[in-house]
């Protein structure tokens, strides 16, 4: 008796037990997922991200006039009125480095302490924004150039993203 009350009961567990079917969102396989990867901060302005996200994008191989046959290359320019990105490619559409510039950015809060702190007084009155991004280099690099004004001397100083002058 106690075998058929045990079996029942592991019997009336199990059917309660169902399969559970999750559904993965779309996912985006790049052969640019390190650009992806490299650029995708948080801290930078909304005109910078859309200009990357179409690098990223770009994919005209036979159109493209600059192809350098030699290195299996080719460059393509992409402006706005506020920046600009120069990007060079392989021939599977693959960046391989680009050169970035914008101008009159956000600054992020840690390079205006880090002005402001060295430079008491002095107003910020026109800044540029470069990004280098190198594949083989596995790196991003970003500097700020800042012209800062006291009455009537202007200075131009540079950092990086963390506020270090360079």
């Not at 993965?24 to 930078?44: F, G, H």
């Amino acid at each position: 008796m106690k075998k058929i009350v045990l079996g029942l009961l592991v019997f009336g567990l199990t059917i309660q037990v169902s399969a559970q079917t999750v559904e993965l969102p779309e996912t985006l396989i790049s052969v640019n997922y390190k650009y992806l990867d490299a650029t995708d901060l948080d801290d930078v302005p909304e005109r910078v991200k859309k200009l990357e996200k179409e690098v990223l994008n770009y994919n005209n191989i036979e159109q493209s006039k600059l192809y350098d046959d030699v290195h299996d290359t080719y460059s393509v320019s992409f402006y706005v009125p506020e920046g600009k990105i120069i990007a060079a490619y392989d021939t599977n559409g693959k960046i391989l480095r680009t050169i970035e510039k914008y101008k009159n950015v956000r600054l992020p809060l840690i390079v205006m302490q880090s002005v402001s702190k060295r430079f008491p007084n002095w107003g910020i009155i026109e800044d540029v924004y470069y990004i280098n991004y190198h594949i083989e280099k596995d790196s991003l690099k970003q500097e700020y150039k800042i012209k800062i004004k006291n009455e009537d001397e202007i200075l131009t100083v540079r950092t990086n993203e963390k506020g270090e002058f360079i």
